[in-house]
């Protein structure tokens, strides 16, 4: 049998080893702050986002992570959009929001792409509506459209598709446009329809 000791060496030496493993473990654990990361986007779907390098799991437009403390490097990534970078630094603690805001890829829609907007509206709007105003956005590949019949008008958010070379209309016409709704629509394109709306009821709504 052992002596006592060497069972005492023993418990001393497990003791150390306890006491240091428990630090080590508050110290790494404190050592840690969150980031919610917000994408302004349609949807996630082929993206793509990195920390200083390493991949992230991307669970939906809106996704909380837990980082370790210090300066961060965030790269997102999406076919037919600008890549997007940032950069921040998480103290100790620290819960910070990051929104995502992507602009679309800048080559550019063809000329004749304004008027094929107009005749595949044209096909597709309700019987009485005519197209009043069409504005455009990131080289003719986005387009706010005003609709109406003359008792009542509507709006549109159409995006040229470069690959399929034809139009696809994102939101509306009778899309309620809300804060969420916006959220699918580049930022340029969002802050034009919230100023026309604005304009004209005056308030707008930040439900979801």
Known sequence: MPSRKKITVILMVLFVVLLATTILVK????????????FQLPDVQHISAKINGRPLSIQGL???????????????TKPGYA?????FTLK?????IINIFMKPDTQQAPATATKNLTD????????????QQSVYFYDNTWAVVQVSNGSNTAILVAQYNLSGKSWEIVLGPGTFFDSTSLKRVPADVASYMYAQHFATHGSFSSDG
């Open 27 to 38: 110290k790494s654990s404190g050592n840690i702050g969150s980031a919610e990361v917000v």
């Open 62 to 76: 809106d996704t909380h992570y837990v980082l370790a403390a210090g300066k961060k490097q965030l790269v997102v």
């Open 83 to 87: 890549e997007f970078s940032t950069t």
């Open 92 to 96: 100790k603690g620290q819960a910070v």
């Open 120 to 131: 595949a509206l044209t096909h597709s709007l309700a019987p009485g509506f005519l197209i």
